[in-house]
């Protein structure tokens, strides 16, 4: 047992945590934690605003799948960091943020003082999986590895902690906490026989394998390769099974090819995906849906479920593997009945966007990280953009952040030795540019394709079919390639008609660099 001040015991619970790297903005009220970063092994990451903290810790975890730490202080850090804390909520990514709250005695008093915010637990209870709340220093080792045994054995939503600023500073006796790194549930032993039974009776089943098996991607395909089970991986899930494997249909549900193949099927096993209305509202899943999710909380939410199994994607799917192996099961693939496959992208296509994704999808290493924003291009990749390895197609599904897509990227890269790679808009760039500036100090050599038509157009698209008219929708943008290299990054424009010419050269000098570059390509998609 140690005598340590709360902001010791943090940076020391989270060296015994292994947590290798934190993402945030120091403050007034987090400089405890900040003097003791200084004597930790743990690397820290300035960024410009709390959101782009903690959407490059969102980024980090989702390409390492290792807890994406930000350190926030109170009241306006807290309420900048929440739309990140959304967004990984919505995507089940791993993320902790500790936050300050004001000295315990002043809490909820509504004084006025420095960063005071009415209730702010509750405002992170009503957007994180789980908020803690600390009043001694002797329960910071604690709060902190339980915080991490939900994010590693429960679904992957971020935790929230707040520890008073007089408890940071206060010194104490500490006894820091090794925890036994128990796994996620093993799945239910009578509710697999009766899966594999379910297998064994279908004629035309299909696997569905979701971002609760980007880590199982060897037993998922496993079992493809020895069942010839048919399957489709959702966007989030891209990659498990890569695009060109023979039994690969689709790399997203929701849109038409891959639903009219599911129309075609007797039973679906689902396995590590929430099924959610965004990605397969209207997919026309078959009574016989087996569903196999570690939170059960997602059978029959959006889908009527016959059979739920609750466990962890690898372990279950295993556990399917073996008993289907010891019956000798095997389907025949996707049928000549229907166009197998994913649809190809093409330098040829007609839509604009698919050119431009064929275009970056031959520049990049197989396993390269490419991470999205919402914008017209990433909405086509969701559905064509082909992967070959797991966790390196980042979307920010469900929340839906405009500006995720750079910081997001910038955090991938300090987690990751592969390409990465940054798909936004003119729109959505300007919510996070200022984090420009954190990939220039870092060195990040990652290339920012941002796809400008000087408007939220497909805003307009949309005020166009429903009203006939637009509003709000034109904006005035800065020079991109002047704004970037006064950042300090590289910057060129590429004209649309020299994308297929140009394109692959930028991309391959961008990743020589030891700074980002801003990559302008206007479009009128």
Known sequence: MSRLTGGEAVVAQLEREGVDVAFGIPGVHTLEIYDALLDSGIDHVTTRHEQGAGFAADGYARATG???????????????????????????????????????????????????????????????????????????????????????????????????????????????????????????????????????????????????????????????????????????????????????????????????????????????????????????????????????????????????????????????????????????????????????????AEDDRIHLLAVVREALEDDAVVVNDMTKVSYAARTRFPTGAPRSFLFPRGFGTLGFGPPAAFGAAIGSDRQVVSLVGDGGSLFTIGDLATAVQYDLAVPIIVCNDDSYDILEDVQRRDYGRTMATEIENPDFVALAESFGAAARRIGFDAVEAELPEALSAAFARDRPTVIEIPVEF
């Not at 006894?175 to 009766?194: M, Q, S, Y």
């Not at 008993?323 to 000549?336: E, K, N």
């Open 66 to 348: 290792r807890v994406g730490v930000c350190l926030v202080i109170t009241g306006p850090g807290l309420t900048n960091v929440a739309t990140a804390v959304g967004q990984a909520y919505s995507d089940s990514s791993p993320m902790l943020v500790i936050s300050t709250t004001n000295t315990t005695n002043e809490a909820g008093r509504g004084k006025g003082h420095l960063h005071e915010l009415k209730a702010q637990q509750g405002v992170m209870a009503s957007i994180a999986a789980e908020s803690y709340h600390v009043d001694r220093v002797a329960d910071v080792p604690g709060a902190i590895a339980d915080a991490f045994e939900r994010l590693q054995t429960d679904r992957p939503r971020p935790v929230h902690i707040q520890i008073p600023t007089d408890v940071l500073e206060r010194a104490e006796p500490v006894e820091l906490v090794d925890r036994d790194r128990a796994g996620p549930p093993g799945p239910d032993t009578a509710r697999i026989e009766e899966a594999v039974e379910r297998l064994a009776g279908a004629d035309h089943p299909l696997l569905v394998v979701g971002g609760g098996t980007v880590d199982a991607a060897e037993q998922v395909r496993a079992f493809v390769d020895e069942t010839a089970i048919p399957v489709i991986t959702t966007a989030a899930g891209k990659g498990v099974v890569p695009a060109d494997h023979d039994c690969c249909v689709a790399t997203a549900l929701g849109h038409d090819p891959a639903d009219e193949f599911v129309g075609t099927r007797d039973l679906v096993l689902a396995v590590g995906t929430e099924l959610s209305a965004q990605d397969s509202a209207d997919t026309p899943f078959p009574e016989a849906l087996i569903h196999v999710d570690i939170d059960p909380r997602n059978f029959g939410n959006n889908h009527e479920t016959a059979l739920g199994i609750v466990g962890d994607a690898g372990a279950t799917l295993g556990a399917i593997h073996e008993r289907a192996s010891g019956r000798g099961l095997r389907f025949d693939g996707p049928t000549d009945a229907v166009d197998a496959g994913p649809e190809p992208l093409s330098t040829d």
